[in-house]
Structures are given as structure tokens and as C-alpha cells.
T-cell receptor, first 110, second 113 residues
């Protein structure tokens, strides 16, 4: 089986930096993805880590430590439009699908 | 141009009815998926098709039947709808099976009364 744990809610101030953590337990881990979902919208892909380290894409970065079964999404220079739910998702070796975490609702306040 | 489209966007129906949701992708992807997102926003895979062939069939009641007439379309038919089927259903696609980057449709909000 597999499990992913994320905080259910995070609140941060506009312009600040926020980190959303994800710990996972799975067999045959291949990589960790992050998705953003605004209320009423569809999940959209943000990033993917297969190797240890930090991947940066503009204001968003994602980190993976395979030895710790841990990753995080880092959002910098927060904007009001970043208020959304963020999901980590595991890609398992031999599997043909992603297994999603329960999501973290980020609220950005002025 | 819409990459992954679903119809209808909203579906309100009575218990016991049969309904279908359609999905189309114009990205040229080989793999398509159906997910169910419940009221707690948990996103769970239901089915996956690769080039019209079923490759994932999670523990889903057999009242749910997917059908892929070609690799650009994946439809979902639901028989004898139950209250617990109320959820948002998302179609998604990826270039290959097991893709880490999946492209989601806008979702279909199903409400069973």
C-alpha cells in the first residue's frame, strides 16, 4: 500500500515564503509530483522530482529526499492568487497512475 | 483550444438513474484516466486506459463502466446511481502510461438526490 501525509491547512501572508511538506510511504517509489487546484478548478501540474534535491520553476520550487521519504513545495513571494489546494502525488515503479495525498489548503492573507 | 474537455460540467440526477460523462483530449496522448474527488477533496484514481486498452481498474463498483472508443476519448457510464456517487469526476490524460504530468479536464460535478 501507500500513504502520503500533508498538513491540511496553511496560512501565510502575501509576499512571504511558505513550505508545504509531504511525507510518503510506498513500495517502489519512482518520483514525487505536485499539483495545484483552485476552488472549483482542475488540478494543474506544478513540478516533478525523481532525484534528490531542489527543482526551481519561477516562484515555485520542489525538493525531494528519497532517503527520508520526504518532499516539500516552496512558494516564494506569495500572491493572493496562490490561495489554492496543493497536492503531492507519488509515482510508483510498475504502476501506471499517480497516488495523490489529501492536499494542503493554502490561504494567502494580505 | 481546450486540451482536455468533459461534458457535462454539472449533472444533477435522482437515485437509481443511469448517466454518462464524456471526455475528449486533443493533445495526442496515449493514456487517459478517470478520477473521483470527494467532498474532502481526496483525489482517487478509478480507471486508466492506454491506447484504448484498460490498464487500471481500481476497486470501483461495477456500476461504473468506462469505454474508450478511440485514444482521444474516454467516457464513463454509471448505472443505478447512489447518493455516495455524488462527487466531482475528473478526466485526465498523459503522453504515456504512468505519466507524472497529467492534464486534467475541468471536472463534472455529479449530484445524486
Amino acid at each position: 500500500g501507500q500513504s502520503l501525509e500533508q498538513p491540511s491547512e496553511v496560512t501565510a501572508v502575501e509576499g512571504a515564503i511558505v513550505q508545504i511538506n509531504c511525507t510518503y510511504q510506498t513500495s517502489g517509489f519512482y518520483g514525487l509530483s505536485w499539483y495545484q487546484q483552485h476552488d472549483g478548478g482542475a488540478p494543474t501540474f506544478l513540478s516533478y522530482n525523481a532525484l534528490d534535491g531542489l527543482e526551481e520553476t519561477g516562484r515555485f520550487s520542489s525538493f525531494l529526499s528519497r532517503s527520508d521519504s520526504y518532499g516539500y513545495l516552496l512558494l516564494q513571494e506569495l500572491q493572493m492568487k496562490d490561495s489554492a489546494s496543493y497536492f503531492c502525488a507519488v509515482l510508483q515503479t510498475g504502476a501506471n497512475n499517480l497516488f495523490f495525498g489529501t492536499g494542503t489548503r493554502l490561504t494567502v492573507i494580505p | 483550444d481546450t486540451a482536455v474537455s468533459q461534458t457535462p460540467k454539472y449533472l444533477v440526477t435522482q437515485m437509481g438513474n443511469d448517466k454518462s460523462i464524456k471526455c475528449e483530449q486533443n493533445l495526442g496522448h496515449d493514456t487517459m484516466y478517470w478520477y473521483k474527488q470527494d467532498s474532502k477533496k481526496f483525489l482517487k484514481i478509478m480507471f486508466s486506459y492506454n491506447n484504448k486498452e484498460l490498464i487500471i481498474n481500481e476497486t470501483v463498483p461495477n456500476r461504473f463502466s468506462p469505454k474508450s472508443p478511440d485514444k482521444a476519448h474516454l467516457n464513463l457510464h454509471i448505472n443505478s446511481l447512489e447518493l455516495g456517487d455524488s462527487a466531482v469526476y475528473f478526466c485526465a490524460s498523459s503522453p504515456l502510461a504512468g505519466g507524472n504530468e497529467q492534464f486534467f479536464g475541468p471536472g463534472t460535478r455529479l449530484t445524486v438526490l
